[in-house]
């Protein structure tokens, strides 16, 4: 392997918390209590956040704020706004000074999802797991720009030099997960999810996996 490659490292995201908060209405009874209607819009709706480590080649911090609303059956539609500090060691070589170089940004974008969780089909233990598919928007920028006449050597092997480069950056999400009740308003969900547009520029390594709590009012 060339010294200007990337050295694989298993990056992981290691601990990510998402806290679920479920709008409904009042379930102390009185003597004028209606009926409720479950059709009602804000039975559906659920809001939170995650917030992740990852460690490795690309180390970082992220934080996200989501809300997702249940549409058909168990099929819900979510959206989350996404920050994150990331840090690429030794992505780059500096040919003329003999040394690598490594790069920290700050990330900016925001995602739109699907899950379905199986809790529409089936009553046994297969209720709890679920589908996630998930489009990513990222962009930030990075202290060198592509130049085929750079001394800098990148580590997807194109030559660099120093400028501001923005990066804008798709990913694609499929997997799935599994959702542990600990409790009638807390649960634990287990996400492990793949990049299918995984590439150099992507601030994360296959597989990503995802820890959360979620608390139910």
């Not at 409720?36 to 804000?42: L, M, S, Y």
């Amino acid at each position: 392997m060339s010294r200007f490659a990337r050295k694989t490292t298993l990056v992981v995201t290691l601990f990510f918390i998402g806290i679920t908060l479920n709008f409904a209405q009042d379930t102390i009874p009185s003597l004028q209590a209606k009926p409720k209607n479950p059709d009602n819009f804000w039975h559906r709706v659920c809001v939170g956040g995650n917030l992740g480590f990852q460690f490795g080649t690309v180390a970082g911090i992220t934080i996200a704020p989501e809300g997702r609303v249940r549409t058909l059956d168990q099929l819900y539609v979510g959206f989350r706004f996404v920050y994150q500090y990331i840090y690429d060691k030794n992505y780059f070589y500096d040919k003329n000074n003999s040394k690598y170089l490594s790069y920290q940004a700050n990330v900016l974008g925001g995602c739109l999802y699907l899950r379905y969780y199986l809790s529409g089909l089936f009553d046994n233990f297969l209720k709890n797991v679920f589908a996630h598919i998930e489009y990513e928007y990222l962009v930030y920028q990075r202290p060198y720009v592509q130049d085929n006449a750079g001394y800098i050597k990148g580590a997807d092997g194109l030559s660099y030099k120093p400028g501001k480069d923005v990066i804008q950056y798709n990913s694609f999400f499929v997997g799935g997960g599994y959702r542990q009740p600990i409790s009638s308003h807390v649960s634990m969900d287990f996400l492990l999810l793949w990049n299918i547009n995984d590439t150099y520029s992507s601030p994360y390594s296959n597989p990503v996996f995802r820890l959360g709590v979620g608390v139910g009012l």
